[in-house]
């Protein structure tokens, strides 16, 4: 019985997920669609964070340049999808070596401070060349997805896209993170100089998963553009940086599939706390607070717990 629950548990979870457009409203769809964006570009703050124990806040610039790359090769080139989405994993990919070559060799807060700055550079940049970007105007006409002439022009179509790619690309890190280089990043994170006496290149590696990072932001914006079929510079600030570190800090930095947990978060709960007027926002930071106050090792962390004293006192 024991050995049928997971897979039973699993199978009603696809089901949830499967009829969950059909029951809910546009706007709950529209969050759910967000949520798996974040679940993307998040994710690879979190390998960054929770494997490398590296604090990336540039990831805005990434989510823009995939956005801006996907809107400029389409509405402007006239050019497939497809090819949106390859140059700006391609830029995004050439740029996070180019700068993550030097700036990876800092540590620590200066580290931080150095990604932080890239993502104002980013933010100032998408704002002033407005030859490209639009500025303060944006792109708009931006086309829905077509994938072999089938278009994902409804928030139902989208989401029934988003999610599978997002799993996909969770499974693939969790393939990583179990595999040699998933243990060769622990230990670069918990002892450097014994990874180093390894033959651990550190230094290769994390510009390997600084570019990593660098594409999954990328695919999540070319993703965001095609579906709001409109994008300007709001979208791609600080306060998104921001938003994407909270994902893998709140859900549990070391865990993968968490990262869903840590996206549904920083989606729904602004969204609920919102109907509560201009104190949303502090309740928000407060709730924050509370998280990781009282569950240190993220919301993942704290299920496993539960899970461990449920099973200890039906046993």
Not at 95 to 103: R, S
Request: aromatic share 10%.
């Amino acid at each position: 019985m024991a050995n049928l629950r997971t897979p039973l548990l699993l199978l009603l979870f696809v089901l949830a997920w499967a009829l969950a457009p059909q029951l809910l409203s546009r706007h709950l769809i529209d969050l759910f669609v967000f949520a798996g964006l974040f679940t993307i570009g998040g994710l690879g703050v979190g390998l960054l964070l929770g494997q490398c124990g590296i604090v990336n806040l540039a990831q805005a610039l990434f989510y823009g340049i995939g956005a801006y790359s996907s809107a400029y090769v389409t509405v402007q080139l006239g050019l497939p999808s497809s090819a949106g989405f390859l140059a700006g994993m391609v830029v995004s990919a050439l740029i996070a070596v180019a700068v993550g070559w030097p700036i990876l060799r800092l540590t620590g807060f200066f580290l931080a401070l150095a990604t932080l700055a890239l993502s104002l550079i980013g933010n100032v940049l998408f704002f002033e060349w407005d030859w490209l970007t639009g500025g303060t105007l944006g792109i708009g006409g931006i086309p829905k997805l077509s994938i072999f002439g089938f278009a994902f022009d409804t928030p139902e179509r989208i989401y029934y896209l988003v999610w599978p790619v997002a799993i996909l690309v969770l499974l693939l890190a969790d393939n990583l993170v179990r595999g040699r280089p998933g243990l060769a990043m622990r230990a670069m994170r918990d002892a450097a100089p014994a990874a180093e006496v390894l033959g651990v290149d550190m230094h290769i590696l994390k510009t390997a998963m600084f570019v990593i990072c660098a594409i999954l932001g990328s695919l999540a914006g070319s993703l965001f553009a095609h579906y709001v079929s409109y994008i300007s510079v709001q979208s791609f600030t600080v306060e998104r940086s921001i938003a994407f570190l909270l994902i893998p800090v709140v859900a549990g930095s070391t865990s993968v599939w968490g990262i869903i947990a840590g996206a549904l978060f920083v989606t729904f709960v602004p969204e609920l706390l919102s109907g509560l007027g201009d104190i949303h926002q502090v309740l928000f930071g407060l709730a924050l607070v509370l998280v990781v106050t009282l569950l240190p090792e993220g919301l993942m962390g704290g299920a496993y717990r539960l899970v461990g004293l449920l099973k200890r006192r039906v046993a």
